[in-house]
């Protein structure tokens, strides 16, 4: 119960987000936290945000039009500890007056980081590689075992050209790529400083030999890599996700692995999260899975935090915030 009217009411989704952030918003604001770090069940997270001012959420806490209506008329801020927003109903938010706040920026470098990972370590076959270490697959040295494509003389698809694309573009540079692509739905001027070229999405899926997803998951670009897509991609490509599980159809994507329709995959998000263990994506030997590390390290994940908690402290002085999903 809220005994000292003077501070509002905070609902903290998790009880393990870093300390750096919860102890800024503690000095202003009473906080009420969910303490199980599994995803909050709808049914509490109902019964949790009544009457509460502010939210700190995460991308697996679906905030919609239900809970903002359990909430009630004092809500006035979400703060998600994400860049995505894609589980939030923003315009709901808007037509109630509710400011969010999300945490761009700080995770831009991480998640350039962790797609390269990703794209290394599926274009060369790393983690197949590894196992036949464990596992006796390692006999003698072979001319042609373990090979894949190098990104040397590749041409480089980057579908989403903002904060992240535009990182792993510069990031793709030192690998001596043929060429770099990108489509987003405006051309960028700092383009041609990276020395990346503007193209459609369909000359773009079509002509790279590495597809990159670093768009958000919006109307537009759900399911947007489909059957459809994997028939017209080069055989050899190697397709990356490291933006939200649901721009892909899982499902076509595990047939184009399959089927020999594309070479290989490295996702560092599925539908759903987590996988279950008896997915049959997981069975392929073509695809490397990270299970949505694209921000975790430590130093980012401490900035996410202080960044969501100070838009929460800000949006309800009404002051402007750090980052506000304008
Ligand atoms: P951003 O700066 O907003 O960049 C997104 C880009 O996608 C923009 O260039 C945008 O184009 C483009 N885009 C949006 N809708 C499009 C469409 N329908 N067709 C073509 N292009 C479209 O966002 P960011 O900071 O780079 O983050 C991107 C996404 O990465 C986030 O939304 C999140 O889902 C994901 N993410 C994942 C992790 C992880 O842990 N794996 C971590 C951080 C972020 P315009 O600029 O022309 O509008």
Same mark, same amino acid.
């Given at each position: ?11 903290? /989704? ?216 994997? /028939? ?95």
């Amino acid at each position: 119960m809220n005994l000292d009217n003077s501070k509002p009411n905070v609902f903290v /989704t998790r009880p393990d987000f870093p300390e750096v952030g919860i102890n800024i918003l503690k000095e202003k604001c009473l906080i009420t936290t969910w303490n199980n770090s599994s995803v909050i069940p709808k049914e509490e997270l109902l019964k949790h945000v009544v009457g509460k001012q502010a939210i700190f959420c995460y991308s697996a806490n679906k905030i919609d039009a239900e809970v903002l209506e359990a909430a009630g008329p004092y809500l006035k801020v979400i703060g998600t500890f994400s860049v995505g927003c894609d589980h939030i109903n923003l315009k709901e938010c808007q037509k109630r007056g509710i400011r969010v706040g999300y945490t761009p920026d700080v995770l831009t470098d991480a998640t350039a980081e962790l797609t390269m990972a990703l794209l290394l370590a599926t274009t060369r076959r790393l983690i197949e590689a590894n196992k036949q270490v464990y596992t006796g697959g390692w006999s003698s040295w072979s001319p042609k075992w373990m090979c894949g494509p190098g990104l040397k003389d590749s041409v480089i698809g980057i579908f989403g050209f903002g904060r992240i694309g535009q990182e792993v573009a510069k990031r793709c540079v030192p690998f001596k790529p043929k060429q770099i692509l990108y489509t987003s739905r405006t051309e960028k001027e700092v383009a041609e400083e990276i020395g990346a070229k503007y193209v459609e999405f369909k000359v773009l899926v079509t002509s790279s030999d590495i597809v990159i997803a670093c768009c958000p998951l919006n109307d537009e670009t759900r399911n947007i890599f489909n059957k459809n897509v994997f /028939t017209n991609m080069k055989k050899s490509v190697v397709f990356i996700n490291s933006s939200r599980g649901g721009v892909v159809d899982q499902e076509d994507l595990y047939n184009a692995l399959k089927n020999g329709n594309i070479y290989a995959a490295g996702l560092d998000v599925t539908t759903p999260e987590p996988l279950q263990l008896d997915d049959p994506i997981l069975t392929l030997p073509n695809i490397v899975i990270s299970p949505h590390i694209g921000s975790a390290n430590i130093a980012t994940r401490n900035d996410m935090s202080i960044v969501t908690a100070k838009n929460i402290v800000l949006g309800l002085q009404g002051q402007e915030m750090i980052s506000e999903v304008k």
